[in-house]
């Protein structure tokens, strides 16, 4: 997600020097045609990795070599020293991952569950649920375009031109899970970021670290691991060709090698390191120590844009690209609203970061066309109440939200009110105003990003809650005053990760011409 770009910028150069040894003068368009670029070829284990008619490739077996020492020295370098700066900017990808396999759960029976629940597509819907962090931790900038709309809607455009019958067409089904993985990733970062971090940011605020290793995002995504479960590490795979494509089409290109590089590194290291790091009970008492509300509020079905919260928002998104593929017309409507439409909202004092209110839309807005008063919150007789709008990340966002001025006031009816009109990153217009109730002070809660009632969103039951701490988890805390990291065995055996990682690299490609 935007933002922090020059902390990420720091990192990014960092994975940059560790990844690709020589990649640093490399084509720009295509390091194949670089001298020291090898030719991709097939190698000896292809077939025990084979899936759906994707073919992984080999690099050279000397870049590989050298990736593996510089990789796992750079690596194990910042793990003894923290020194690399990483500015917050989502969810981790463990939670990314639940997010997607929770809102799976949240849908409706129908095509749009049976084709997200196959099991053959699981690898496809995995990989693309994480695929938009792999630009930031190689520092390219696809990984930005891939987190947003124009791109998402752009892969979907260009899948039905080359597969007019879409998922009745086995090549195009794990494209497509693919793509409803990149949707629900662009989705939570934004949620996530524009509730629960912006709460993280004051409630833990002492703790705070922008470093890789400490900073907020790495540290809740152990946190999830620890209380919710690992989420899957499937293989790699990319629907390389299709990918390029609309990069080239939109003036980015991306040379492949890059792509692969940074898919492996996130489906090796980047989901690696939290789950290793959760089971360390000394990792997660330092991280618990920087960051106490967040390890207390990580998995509270009423806490503002944790994953829980997410995956609701992310589940009536999904239903809703489906429907406009399916012929419906393009909409932009209110996808959910926090606090959720009947509920009490119980953070009546705007010092609290929780009073803030927001709507998510259907559509990225086209900020320009925004007006100031587009969201507004009125008493019983429709006076605005002062409070400040403000569209998360600006251009193409999802999220507004409104910050009080003053107190909310406890106990009488609000509305949190979308003026009709509204004007999306691609024209589509906001067609009839939308109002939602709510109270605030004590009453009844619902969960946060709960679709609107009478709405086209309609949700499952909810699956079971997330794991909540457990003793056994709590009792790694136990004298947890020093913020001393794991020595010794995970060491080494993050080591034997990135090394193991780097040395069995692949490339992935997908499309027509491996088919089987
Ligand atoms: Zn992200």
Redesign the pocket.
């Known amino acids: 997600?935007a933002g922090g770009h020059v902390g990420r910028r720091a990192v990014a150069d960092a994975w940059r020097r560790a990844v690709h040894p020589l990649r640093d003068q490399a084509d720009p368009v295509t390091d194949r045609a670089h001298p020291n670029a090898q030719p991709p070829r097939p190698i000896a284990r292809a077939a025990a990795l084979h899936y759906n008619g994707l073919t992984p490739h080999s690099g050279g077996p000397g870049i590989l070599a050298m990736r593996a020492l510089a990789l796992a020295a750079a690596v194990t370098g910042a793990v003894a020293s923290a020194a690399l700066p990483l500015a917050a900017?989502?969810?981790g990808n463990h939670a990314?991952e639940a997010i997607s396999l929770r809102a799976v759960a949240h849908l409706p029976p129908g095509p749009l569950k049976a084709l997200l629940q196959a099991p053959d597509l699981q690898q496809a819907l995995m990989n693309g649920t994480f695929f938009?962090?792999g630009g930031?931790v190689i520092g390219h900038g696809y990984g930005e375009t891939a987190?947003w709309e124009p791109y998402q809607r752009a892969l979907l455009a260009h899948l039905g031109k080359a597969h007019p019958a879409l998922e009745k067409d086995p090549a195009a089904r794990p494209k497509l899970a693919f793509l409803f993985g990149m949707f629900s990733?662009g989705m939570a970062?934004q949620v996530y970021d524009a509730l629960f971090m912006e709460a993280g940011k004051h409630y833990d605020k002492a703790g705070w670290s922008d470093d890789l290793f400490t900073s907020f995002d790495t540290a809740t995504d152990v946190f999830w691991v620890a209380q919710a479960g690992a989420s899957p590490m499937p293989e790699p795979w990319l629907p390389m060709d299709d990918l390029r494509a609309v990069f080239q089409a939109r003036g980015e290109p991306v040379p492949e090698a890059t792509l692969t590089d940074a898919q492996q590194t996130l489906a090796k290291v980047i989901l690696g390191w939290p789950k290793l790091k959760a089971e360390s009970k000394e990792g997660i008492a330092d991280l618990r120590q920087r960051y106490p509300w967040a390890w207390d509020h990580l998995s509270d079905p009423h806490e503002p844009g944790n994953p829980l919260c997410e995956a609701r928002v992310v589940a009536a998104y999904w239903q809703g690209v489906w429907d406009e593929l399916h012929g419906k017309p393009a909409q932009l409507r209110v996808l959910a609203t926090v606090p959720s439409e009947g509920a009490a909202h119980p953070w009546p004092a705007k010092v609290t970061p929780q009073s803030t209110l927001a709507v998510v839309l259907s559509r990225g807005l086209d900020a320009a066309k925004l007006a100031d008063d587009a969201v507004t919150v009125r008493d019983a007789k429709g006076n605005k109440l002062p409070a400040k709008q403000h569209l998360f990340y600006g251009q193409n966002s999802n999220v507004v939200r409104l910050l009080p001025a003053s107190d909310w006031p406890v106990g009488h009816k609000l509305t949190l009110r979308v003026a009709k009109g509204i004007v999306a990153f691609d024209g589509t217009v906001g067609a009839a105003e939308e109002s939602f109730a709510f109270t605030v002070g004590a009453g009844p809660q619902r969960e946060p990003g709960l679709p609107p009632k009478g709405s086209p969103w309609q949700l499952a039951a909810p699956p079971p809650q997330a794991q909540t701490p457990t003793t056994a988890a709590d009792s790694g805390t136990g004298g947890c005053a020093t913020g001393g990291r794991p020595a010794g065995a995970p060491a080494v055996r993050w080591t034997l990760l990135v090394a193991w990682m780097v040395l069995t690299r692949r490339r992935w490609s997908g499309g027509t011409s491996h088919a089987q």
């Open positions: 997600m900017h989502a969810n990314h938009p962090d930031y987190h990733h970062d």
